[in-house]
């Protein structure tokens, strides 16, 4: 598809904020596909080949509709040992292997074509999604889909890709997940560890009523590509990439949980970037240290209260609110005065009402900030394990006798639409 004959919205979002060039695409060459699959990749020589035979293991009739492209990256300081196995994968790419996969890569590892120094994976999504427009058509309301080069999918991976959003009306999705079994006792431990605290802040959440009540993995999640465009493209971070997208797909089109298959990432060290699953599992295994804080039933009941209120009192001053907040919490209302609440109040309710409001308000209000205010919020709690956290979240939700770490995985899975 030639960039002129984008619709305006995509021909604007290329031409002020696309990120393809001087990076290209190699390999398939075709077009006219309902959907495209981005799998950045920095020094994963031994396990990006293991990822695309799961993606091959789908139905020929969707892996014909689907481009798939790998964005070998790495900045020009990476570790010698990184871009060396940069360059075995590139190679590897180019004995065009996987047949039945339509195939395509892009080199932003050689010299010339790295990454800048500010930038990391989320800049290696942007690359492939953006290049990726041009490839699709765009009569079929096209998918834009993330992987990673560490992670394994189903058989069924496409086809409930693919019939979820032919029914659903959201713009964007989020993959049900487990993370593959640590290496070690310790490892597993630790990685079920983590999981539990993302389940249960995603649980937190949805239970207070927010609509960031999503699990952000980089690996297992996906969008219609007018969605993309409309949510301003990914971002390009070093870390959190996926966090940031999500919060803005949730604003602009809407993000839904698909359900019926399952997205397997690795359970690893890994210095890829700054902060994430692998920095996480590192840090807990080697040095006994915790990169997260499970939150407190009592820090979700504050948002849930304030959320409530909001939703009654919109049409109020922003001093009720205020004073509404300080009998909710001190430490909420403390929170609102500091990010400048009187001003953003009172600007919403001039330029919008009724639904409009409520919705420029949590586009305000969003994941972002509920994540400062419950940060903020549980500085104040007592130190508790995350077996009695988890515990009391799931009583206080209208789920008792939920009493360890295991059963409180498994019960959550479940929940979260994980596959047995």
């Known amino acids: ?87 075995l994968s590139l190679c590897w790419l180019e004995q065009r292997p996987c047949p039945q996969l339509n195939l395509a890569w892009v080199d932003a590892a050689g010299s010339g074509f790295e990454l800048p120094e500010k930038d990391g994976v989320g800049l290696a999504r942007k690359i492939g999604f953006d290049l990726a427009l041009a490839q699709l058509d765009w009569g079929t309301n096209p998918l834009l889909i993330s992987l990673d080069a560490d992670s394994l999918v189903d058989g069924n991976y496409l086809p409930m890709l693919f019939a979820h959003f032919e029914r659903n009306p959201c713009g964007a999705a989020y993959l049900p997940f487990r993370h593959q079994a640590g290496e070690t006792p310790a490892q597993e431990a630790a990685i079920r560890e983590y999981e539990l605290y993302l389940r249960a802040y995603q649980f937190g959440l949805h239970w207070a009523g927010s609509p960031y009540a999503v699990i952000s993995i980089g690996s297992a999640l996906a969008c219609r590509a007018s969605a993309y465009v409309a949510a301003g493209g990914m971002k390009r971070r070093q870390a959190g990439e996926d966090f940031y997208f999500l919060q803005q797909l949730v604003k602009t089109d809407g993000v839904s949980p698909l359900a019926g298959t399952l997205v397997q990432p690795a359970a690893r060290y890994s210095t890829r970037v700054p902060f994430g699953t692998g920095r996480t599992l590192e840090a807990r295994v080697e040095q006994g240290k915790s990169l997260y804080h499970f939150i407190s039933a009592d820090s979700f009941r504050v948002l849930k209260n304030w959320l409530a209120a909001v939703d009654t009192l919109h049409t ?16 909420l209302k403390s929170f609102l005065v500091a990010a400048d609440f009187f001003a953003v109040w009172q600007k919403l309710q001039k330029q919008t009402s009724g639904v409009q409001f409520l919705r420029a308000w949590h586009d305000w209000f969003d994941g972002l900030k509920t994540r400062q205010l419950l940060t903020r919020l549980e500085q104040e709690q007592a130190e508790q394990s995350s077996e009695i956290l988890v515990s009391e979240l799931l009583r206080t939700a209208g789920y008792p006798n939920m009493s360890g770490c295991s059963e409180q995985l498994q019960f959550l899975e479940k929940l979260q639409g994980v596959c047995a």
């Open 1 to 87: 598809m030639k960039p002129d004959s984008f619709d305006p919205k995509t021909a604007k979002y290329l031409r002020t904020r696309g990120a393809n060039s001087p990076w290209k695409l190699v390999g398939c060459q075709a077009d006219g596909f309902r959907a495209a699959i981005v799998i950045p990749a920095l020094a994963e020589a031994d396990s990006l080949p293991k990822t695309l035979h799961s993606l091959a293991k789908n139905p020929s009739v969707l892996l014909n509709q689907t481009l798939i492209i790998v964005v070998v990256n790495n900045r020009l300081t990476a570790d010698p040992e990184q871009k060396a196995q940069n360059k």
């Open 316 to 331: 109020e001053a922003a001093g009720i609110l205020i004073a509404q907040a300080a009998q909710i919490s001190p430490l």
